[in-house]
C-alpha cells in the first residue's frame, strides 16, 4: 500500500494527516474550519484515496496558518506516498462541472513544483474565509508534493462552487495521475527518476 503519515507542530498549528492512495474514499477529518473540513472529505471521496485528518490551530487569530499547514502536510504525506513513482500515470487532468461553474486542473507529478491558480475572485469571503486562502492551500500543497498544479476556473458565480469543484476537481486529476498503469513497467520519464 502507498500510506504515509506526516506530523507538523508549530506555535501556530498541529497537523497530523494519514493517507493511502490505494484506498476507496474512507476518510476521518477534524479540523478547527468546518468548512475546511468538508472540502477534505470531498478531496477523500472524489480522489479514492483513505485520509485522516487531525489540524487545531489559532483560528482565533487568522484562518491562514491552518489553512496553509494543512496544504503543506498534505502535499508531504501525498510526496511520501508516492514513493518512487514507479509504473504511474504521472499526468493527470479533469473538468468539473458544478451548477453555473466549470472548473478545470491539470497535474504532472514531476518532482518539480510549479503552481497556476486562474479565474478565481479576489478580495471574497466565503463562510468567514478569505476565498484567498484556497489559492494558498493548493499552493502549498503544490510545493511541498513537488508537483505542477493547473487550476482554473472558467466561469462561476457561487464561491461555495467553486471551493467544492476544486476540492472534487483537483481529487480526480490527482486520482488519474497516481493510478498504476500496467504498461508502464518504470519511471515515466526519459530521466529515468521523477
Known sequence: MREAVIERTTKETSVKI???????GVYEIKTDI??????LELFSKHSLFNLEVEATGDVDV????LIEDVG?????????ALGDKKGINRYGFFTLPMDE??????VDLS??????YKGFPQNATLNGI?????????????FSCMCNLHINCHYGLNLHHMAEGTFKCVARALRMAVEINSRET???????NL
Open 101 to 106: 461553474t466549470l472548473i478545470a486542473s491539470a
Open 186 to 192: 518504470g519511471i515515466p520519464s526519459t530521466k529515468g
Open 130 to 142: 478569505e476565498f484567498d486562502l484556497f489559492r494558498e492551500f493548493w499552493k502549498s500543497f503544490a
Open 62 to 65: 487568522d484562518h491562514h496558518h
Open 18 to 24: 494519514l493517507i493511502n492512495l490505494d484506498g476507496n
Open 111 to 116: 518532482g518539480r513544483p510549479y503552481f497556476v
Open 72 to 80: 503543506i502536510v498534505l502535499g508531504e504525506a501525498f510526496k511520501k
Open 34 to 39: 468546518p468548512f475546511l473540513t468538508h472540502m
